[in-house]
Structures are given as structure tokens and as C-alpha cells.
């Protein structure tokens, strides 16, 4: 049996280059001068994060350790480049050799030497989203599912489903009763779709970003050389963002760091807010269990907020029970009180937020120093209005625009045909969703239809209007085509007209909420099933379209107003010399970012926190870890604001209840504004 035996490094004095103990702050220097074996930093909001892991870079390579036998993990390819330049600009010194990245691309590199023993070859090819989604899609055909008669889910979304069960190293089986429970239905095919993915990537020599981590893990674990090979080279492993690795990230650096255990992961467990794209949140928090003697480092200067704002983090984040207890104090001088601002509705609440950051620009704060956060993005429906309708330019950071989402323009062109039965581009839209139709069949179509309106135009002409009404209108012109329809696709076109008919008649025809709520219930909630991985954020979406719409007269109003709307709004957020610009964004989205101002919006129960979470513990607890993300990103000034009111679909305006995550802030850490003389425009 072979010995394992250790050499030590050189006990002899070092001398430093770099005055550690001038260049950090005291929480920061304890952290940097760690000794060996597992060490947790849990680096609070704005508390210098980064400065004290290039550090710990740095002091590791002055002791001598060869850079080659350092591993450091990132989640982008830019945070690992930027501490890898400061460190080689602090020492004035080369650190090519250390292994700095991403675990998708140190998985690449590590995979490139050792492919064959999993049986790929070693110059595998490494597919991007859409390769991943058609290949998927030709195993889907392969299997021959009748994709129409079971509902089955796009490629898109089963993709994200296999994505998700590797990430979290769940069964499928797991992932759909957790995630996806209108799909378990059908767990059988999609398990034999999902395993001939897996054979089809290896048979035709790629991966996917997955793999990447996934095969890396195996190879870990079922090649014992190479799990030592690795073990031995990497004696001091470091990882950024701790809290946001998922499991199968988690097993690798526990395999990694399983014989030295020199591992320090640095991250803050008050802001892992990732949990629905597979971030495991325990890795973290047992992280001491996992890795016993664990030295645990706190650092809790934070150089970003005031006093007053920090005092109202503190307080938020106190409620959790999962947590590493710690206490942010400011570098800073005091500051005013974070503003607690109550709205009649959303509408007056976008009117503040608009009418405020034009004060305070006019006080020399800049707009692209200020930032409008919301827990989703159908919070923001009225803000994107307002600040348009006002002029004041902005740009948007949690994705496209509100009214330029797919699903979004999807339900407008429901209303464009009715408005306008010679709206070509609406026409196509819809039936080209319809299964069995693409291109080539929706102009067929379109020319069909286009001729039959004419005559029905032409007959109304000589026909009394009390007589062409009774005749019917665009649902018997849609009726006409149906032999023109492919077969498979006949019973959708019936429910296709059905709709049309319904939205063209008493009560609904004319008033856009409602038609807009019949557009769901009829049809659009099964495609948005069918179609998006992200249904439910998606329905919340156009659920608040339909209210956004009742403020309008009616449907040539509100579509006039949304075609302005979405203009503008282009116009005004291309690619221009203006910089200045308020951004808005998903609080997700802004996670690593600081501005002078922010405003939070919408904190109602039900909204923030979100209604999916308030009877989950654990979620409930990562939304709260989400709302101590997004105060902790203001600087200066910090505005909370909810509305009294707010349109639901079904029930129209509708008493809301102020966030539970304000409520349990005491009253004396907050200011309150109250809105007086408001003279909304709608």
C-alpha cells in the first residue's frame, strides 16, 4: 500500500511586496492571511468582495505557492481576467499559469486532455443554444411522438428541462413534478427523448455547456488518476460567488479540495437569489458542516451605502433563519432616510418615481446615476408609460422592453386583426402559431382571406348595416378557409375562429382588458404552456397588459397608444449620443451593481414577495434575500413605494396589502412621504 507523504513549503521569513495590512481593512487582512485548510468569507454588499480575493492571490503567490498550482473559479471569464490583471499589476509579475476562469471554461480545458476516457474524442465540438435545441428537436422526431395529438413541449423548454435536472443532478421525473407538473403527463417520453440526446451529443462528437460541468463531474468521479491528478496539482483552490454555485458545481469543488482541503470560497449568503435556475443555496450554508474546521471570515465594512440605508438592510435580512448572522456598518458620513412612499395606484406611483428623478437631476444627480428596480418585469407596465409619455430617456437591463416581448405582441395582434381584418402582419402572426402552419401556408392563407374579405366588403356595400351584422363578419371570413387548412390542423382553426367570434361580439368587443382576458382563457394560456420554459412570469405579463389596457377609452385607443408607445420607446432607447439615461431593471439583473438613487416599486404582498412564494419558507426566505439585494444596490437615497390599488384580472382594482418585507422593518428607519395634488393623465 503506498504512503502518502507531503512536502512542506519553506518556512523560512517572507518578504511581502505589497503592505497588506496598510492596503486592507482589518476584517479583510484576516481573511487574506489565512492559514491552509477550508476557510468561508462571507463578504457582505459593497464590503470589497474582489479587492480581497486578488489579494489572497497575491499573498499566496509572495509565499511561494507556483501559480500553476492555483485554481480560481469565477462566474464570468471577466471578473477571473480582471483579478488575474491586478494581481499581476500588484506584483508586477506574469500569471499566465494560473488556472483562472469560469468552471465551464476550466471544465472545457480540463475535458479537451481527458474527452476519450468518457468517449468523446478530445477535439470534441461544443454546441451553442440553438445547435443544443436542434438536435433535441431531431430526437424528438426520431421518436416518433405525435407532438400535436400529446402536447408536447417545444425543444426550447425541454431543453431547459434537461439543463435544469443536470444542473440541480435531478431525475426528470424530479425536475417535472417540482417545476414543471402540467408536463408529468408525459415524463416517459420526454425520459426517452432526454436519453437519446445524451446518446445522439456523444455519437456525433459534442457537448453542450452542461456537459461542460457535467462530464466534468464524472470524470472526477469515475477515474480515479484523474481525480488525484487534479487533487495534486490544484493545492489551493479559490471560488468568487460562492452562493450562487449550483450542485453539480458544489460536487466538483468538494472532489477538487477533497485530500488538501485548502479551499476558500468567498461569497455573501444574504444575496443568493438564484434558486430557480438551479443555485443550490445550501452550498453555502453547510458548507462548515461539509468541510470541518471551517475558519469563518466576515467582512462587514461596507464603502457603498450610508448609514441609513444599511441600517434598513440590516433590518430586512434579520427575519431570515437560514443565514450566517452578520452586521454591515458604513465607511460613510450619514445620509437621509430611506423614503417610504405609498401610491393610490400604479399610475401614481410611476408618476412620483418620474416627477422625482427629474428633482433630483435638477439637483446634479444624473440619470444614469439613478435606477428603477422591480422584482418582475410586469411591475414596471406603467413606469415604461410614463417615462415615455414625460420624455425622460431609459434603458432597460432585465430584458427586452415590455411591450416588445413575444408574448406580448402575440396578444396584440389578437387585437390588431379585430381593429383591423386587413392587418397582414397580425393575420400571419396568429396562424403561424397555430400547429401545422408556417410560412408558405400562412401567405396561402393570407391570400385566401384577403380575397374573401374583399367580396365580404364589397357585399356590405349594398347590403343594410343592421343586415351585414347579423351576417356575421371576420370569424366567417376566417370559416371559409377552413378547407384550405392542413388536416392536422382543422380543430385549432375551429378554436382559432371560435375565439375571433367570441372577441368580435357583445360583451367584450371594444373593450381591450376584457378581450384581453378572453384571448387567455380561450387560447393563449395552452400556448404559453406549450411554448416558454418561463410560463407563469409570462402569464403574470399579459395578465397586467390587461389591466394596463382598461385606462383606455377603447380598442383603437389603446392600440394607437401602444404602437406610440412601443416607437418611442425604441427611439428613445436605440443607439444615440444621449448616455443619460434611467435604468431600469429586474433586481436579478442588477445584482453586482451600485447608483447613486434607487427607487424599489411595487412592494405589495403578493408582488414582492411574489404570490408563488408567500407559503414556502425557503422561497419566502430568498425573496427577502431579493429585497436585500435591491436596497443594497443604493448609494445615497433609497425610495420604497407600493400602491394602495391594483388592477387584477377577473376582479378588476383590487385593495393591495403593503410588503410584508416593509412591515417588518421598524417604523423609525424609514421616512414617509405622502402624495398630495396628483393629476394623473389617464
Not at 496598510?22 to 468582495?49: H, M, S, W
Not at 468523446?120 to 430526437?139: H, N, P, T, Y
Not at 461539509?290 to 448609514?307: A, D, Q
Request: some cysteine; hydrophobic content about 40%; charged content about 25%.
Amino acid at each position: 500500500m503506498a504512503r502518502d507523504y507531503y512536502l512542506q513549503k519553506n518556512a523560512g521569513p517572507v518578504n511581502f511586496r505589497i503592505d497588506y495590512e496598510r492596503e486592507l481593512n482589518e476584517q479583510q487582512f484576516a481573511a487574506v492571511c489565512a492559514t491552509d485548510g477550508p476557510a468561508l468569507v462571507i463578504a457582505g454588499a459593497g464590503a470589497g468582495k474582489t479587492r480581497t480575493l486578488t489579494y489572497r492571490v497575491a499573498r499566496l503567490l509572495e509565499q511561494g505557492v507556483p501559480a500553476k498550482r492555483i485554481l480560481l473559479l469565477t462566474f464570468t471569464n471577466k471578473a477571473a481576467r480582471e483579478m488575474m490583471t491586478r494581481v499581476s499589476d500588484l506584483l508586477g509579475c506574469d500569471t499566465n499559469e494560473l488556472w483562472g476562469g469560469t468552471f465551464h471554461s476550466v471544465g472545457n480545458r480540463i475535458l479537451r486532455r481527458h474527452a476519450d476516457l468518457l468517449g468523446w474524442e478530445r477535439d470534441f465540438g461544443i454546441l451553442d443554444r440553438e445547435d443544443s435545441k436542434d438536435l433535441l428537436q431531431a430526437c424528438i422526431n426520431d421518436a416518433q411522438i405525435d407532438v400535436k395529438e400529446t402536447r408536447f413541449p417545444k425543444a426550447e423548454i425541454l431543453l431547459n428541462t434537461i439543463s435544469l435536472a443536470h444542473n440541480m443532478c435531478k431525475t426528470m421525473g424530479e425536475i417535472l413534478s417540482e417545476r414543471y407538473s402540467h408536463f408529468q403527463h408525459l415524463h416517459d417520453h420526454l425520459e426517452a427523448v432526454q436519453q437519446a440526446y445524451v446518446l445522439r451529443k456523444q455519437s456525433t462528437n459534442s457537448m453542450d455547456f452542461d456537459d461542460l460541468l457535467v462530464q466534468w463531474l464524472r470524470l472526477l468521479m469515475e477515474h480515479d488518476d484523474v481525480r488525484e491528478l487534479y487533487q495534486n496539482r490544484f493545492r489551493y483552490i479559490l471560488v468568487d460567488e460562492y452562493q450562487d454555485t449550483n450542485q453539480v458545481q458544489g460536487d466538483i469543488i468538494d472532489i477538487l479540495a477533497g485530500e488538501h482541503k485548502n479551499l476558500m470560497v468567498v461569497g455573501d449568503d444574504a444575496q443568493s437569489i438564484y434558486s430557480w435556475r438551479g443555485a443550490n443555496f445550501r452550498n453555502i450554508l453547510d458548507f462548515p458542516k461539509r468541510f470541518p474546521g471551517t475558519k469563518t471570515f466576515k467582512i462587514e465594512t461596507n464603502y457603498r451605502s450610508t448609514p441609513e440605508i444599511l441600517n434598513l438592510a440590516n433590518e430586512s435580512i434579520s427575519a431570515n433563519i437560514g443565514q450566517f448572522e452578520k452586521e454591515l456598518s458604513s465607511f460613510r458620513a450619514e445620509g437621509i432616510k430611506p423614503a417610504l412612499v405609498s401610491c393610490g395606484d400604479a399610475q401614481e406611483q410611476a408618476a412620483f418615481v418620474a416627477q422625482r428623478a427629474l428633482e433630483l437631476r435638477d439637483e446634479g444627480i444624473p440619470l444614469e446615476e439613478m435606477a428603477i428596480l422591480y422584482r418582475a418585469h410586469f411591475h414596471a407596465t406603467e413606469m415604461q408609460f410614463e417615462l415615455t409619455r414625460r420624455n425622460i430617456p431609459f434603458s432597460i437591463t432585465s430584458g427586452i422592453r415590455f411591450f416588445e416581448q413575444a408574448h406580448i405582441k402575440d396578444v396584440a395582434a389578437w387585437l390588431k386583426l379585430i381593429c383591423n381584418p386587413r392587418d397582414e402582419l397580425a393575420f400571419k402572426r396568429l396562424v403561424r402559431m397555430l400547429p401545422g402552419i408556417g410560412g408558405k401556408t400562412a401567405e396561402k392563407l393570407w391570400r385566401g382571406f384577403l380575397q374573401r374579405r374583399t367580396k365580404t366588403e364589397r357585399e356590405a356595400e349594398l347590403v343594410p348595416a343592421q343586415e351585414t351584422a347579423s351576417a356575421g363578419g371576420l370569424a366567417v371570413d376566417l370559416q371559409s378557409l377552413k378547407q384550405a387548412v392542413p388536416k392536422k390542423t382543422r380543430v385549432h382553426w375551429a378554436q382559432f375562429t371560435a375565439t375571433v367570434s367570441q372577441l368580435e361580439s357583445e360583451p367584450v368587443v371594444g373593450y381591450p382588458g376584457d378581450m384581453i382576458e378572453l384571448i387567455v382563457e380561450a387560447v393563449y394560456d395552452e400556448h404559453l404552456k406549450l411554448t416558454y420554459e418561463n410560463y407563469e412570469s409570462r402569464l403574470d405579463d399579459v395578465k397586467q397588459l390587461a389591466g394596463f389596457a382598461t385606462q383606455f377609452d377603447g380598442l383603437e385607443d389603446f392600440l394607437t397608444q401602444l404602437a406610440l408607445l412601443t416607437n418611442v420607446d425604441s427611439d428613445s432607447n436605440g443607439q444615440d449620443d444621449d448616455d443619460e439615461k434611467i435604468r431600469l431593471s429586474s433586481i436579478h439583473q442588477a445584482k453586482g451593481l451600485e447608483f447613486r438613487v434607487v427607487f424599489v416599486i411595487m412592494l405589495c404582498d403578493g408582488l414582492f414577495p411574489s404570490h408563488r412564494s408567500v407559503d414556502e419558507p425557503e422561497q419566502l426566505e430568498e425573496e427577502r434575500r431579493l429585497f436585500y439585494v435591491a436596497v443594497t444596490r443604493a448609494k445615497d437615497e433609497l425610495y420604497l413605494s407600493y400602491p394602495f390599488l391594483r388592477y387584477m384580472a377577473g376582479s378588476g382594482d383590487a385593495m393591495q396589502q403593503i410588503s410584508r418585507f416593509i412591515s417588518e422593518i421598524p417604523k423609525e428607519f424609514t421616512e414617509e412621504w405622502k402624495l398630495h395634488g396628483s393629476d394623473m393623465p389617464f
